[in-house]
């Protein structure tokens, strides 16, 4: 299936869910997540109107954007673990990091950015090993201590589900998520915003919508099955 039709299949969903919970589709933005496809599949979901690319590796990353320079109106999301050492080459790359979760991330992009980086804290809401983040109750004393680093504006929060078809638990994992960033919100911090929120991808993007997220990182759905 051509990426504009999955897209068209999306893009109603997204819209029946924000119908569902009484939200303005605006405040939605779909990330294409194509860390699995290929630079021509990238460009025909550019062609179809994505404007948000999600890639979680560097070589990935500069690939696709040396196939897609022409296309000026994109916005890169690098969505993957970010280790200190590679953040130089990240820096200058992307508009958004999607996976600040150590003070040594903080300091490489205080140290390599010439300008601020929008980035998100990622939260291991569900406590799973597997997964890399912060607890909940560390993202506070975490944000707190950014106040150093005057490029890193935190933008808002990131979290992934459990891998479940389990409604509830998926909706409890969101929920506590926007839970702590309403909580976020209210300590007025000047460099972190926190007003968005990165969670939901193609087998959840619905309920993450109903419960508040702002960016959904979507892949199969939308550009997989490549012909």
């Known amino acids: 299936m051509q990426v504009k039709d999955k897209k068209a299949v999306i893009d109603k969903r997204i819209l029946e869910a924000c119908t569902r919970a009484n939200r303005d589709r605006k405040d939605i933005h779909v990330i294409a997540v194509t860390k699995y496809v290929s630079n021509e599949r990238t ?12 890639e979680n590796r560097i070589e990935g990353l500069l690939a696709k954007q040396n196939v897609l320079k022409e296309e000026k109106q994109l916005e890169w999301h690098f969505i993957g ?25 903080a300091k490489e992009i205080e140290k390599r950015s010439f300008h601020t980086v929008n980035c998100f804290v ?10 890399h983040g ?25 979290t992934m589900a459990p891998n479940t078809n389990d409604e509830s638990t998926l909706r409890e994992c969101f929920k506590q998520l926007r839970e702590i960033r309403d909580t976020i919100i209210e300590m007025e911090f000047s460099h972190a915003p926190c007003k968005e929120l990165s969670m939901g991808m193609s087998n959840d993007f619905e309920i993450a919508i109903e419960e ?5 990182r979507i892949g199969t759905s939308l550009v997989g099955e490549e012909e």
């Open 43 to 54: 460009l025909e979901a550019v062609q179809a109107g994505i404007q948000h690319l999600g």
């Open 81 to 105: 673990t970010l280790q200190s050492r590679k953040v130089k080459e990240v820096i200058g790359s992307v508009d958004y990091i999607h996976s600040l979760d150590r003070i040594s991330i």
């Open 122 to 131: 990622q939260v291991n809401v569900s406590s799973e090993e597997s997964k």
């Open 134 to 158: 912060l607890s909940p109750t560390e993202i506070i004393p975490f944000i707190e201590k950014l106040r150093e680093f005057p490029k890193v504006k935190v933008i808002g929060l990131m």
């Open 212 to 216: 508040g997220a702002t960016y959904i």
